[in-house]
């Protein structure tokens, strides 16, 4: 089974600063890592994902994360926040076998203050 | 071009009528994906068709909801005697195939049950 943990429902920086979305996944065999945004009112768009090969891996609109298999992590940062970026975030994880569901997490929102 | 598209994007329906929600995949995809989305929760898994089959229905919560796949592309769900409960966000999503594919999903359909 695999679960994602996404810690705290609302994170609020400045714009202009450090944004870190924190993930935590637990699961039986590699993981394929993903980070998706949803915008109000809108589908998932996909940031970034992590299949094999280099563990830090970027994304679009800036943002990048490291997969830490020895910390179960996969955190989401981006080093300057923009206005544009306040949505909801979700971390999600699924197997690299035959059944390719996504396990999400509950979401975190990302609000931007001038 | 063209995305996943999902329609109706908003129904509400009344206590025990039947509702179908309808899906059309990015052209050429032949693996299909439905999700719920609760409020405040994150997307949780129903049900997996790759081309014709169900490949796993394991998420679909009871035997109210049945969701079909007849000709390797569109999907319809289909929702009996709804409930208030089944009030949700039904995402669709579809993928290319192979080990590291993608999920692209479309906007969704909110479905209100009063």
């Known amino acids: 089974a695999q679960s994602v943990t996404q810690l705290g429902s609302h994170v609020s920086v400045s714009e202009g600063a450090l944004v870190l979305l924190r993930c935590n996944y637990s699961?039986?065999?590699?993981?394929?890592l993903f980070w998706y945004v949803q915008y109000p009112n809108q589908g998932l768009q996909l940031l970034l994902k992590y299949t094999t090969g280099a563990t830090l891996v970027k994304g679009i609109n800036g943002f990048e994360a490291e997969f830490k298999k020895s910390e179960t992590s996969f955190h989401l940062t981006k080093p300057s926040a923009h206005m544009s970026d306040a949505a909801e975030y979700f971390c999600?994880?699924?197997?690299?076998?035959?059944?390719?569901?996504?396990?999400f997490g509950k979401g975190i929102t990302l609000s931007v203050r001038p | 071009g063209a995305g996943v598209s999902q329609t109706p994007s908003n129904k509400v329906t009344e206590k025990g009528k039947y509702v179908e929600l309808r899906c059309d995949p990015i052209s050429g995809h032949t693996a299909l994906y439905w999700y719920r989305q609760s409020l405040g929760q994150g997307p949780e898994f129903l049900i997996y068709f790759q081309g014709t089959g169900a490949a796993d229905d394991s998420g679909l919560p009871n035997d109210r909801f049945f969701a079909v796949r007849p000709e390797g592309s569109v999907s319809t769900l289909k929702i009996q005697r709804t409930e208030r409960g089944d009030s949700a966000v039904y995402l669709c999503?579809?993928?290319?195939?192979?080990?590291?594919?993608?999920?692209?999903f479309g906007p969704g359909t909110r479905l209100l049950v009063l």
């Open positions: 699961s039986s065999v590699p993981p394929y």
């Open positions: 999503a579809s993928a290319r195939g192979g080990s590291e594919e993608t999920q692209y």
């Open positions: 999600a994880v699924r197997t690299t076998g035959a059944n390719s569901k996504l396990t």
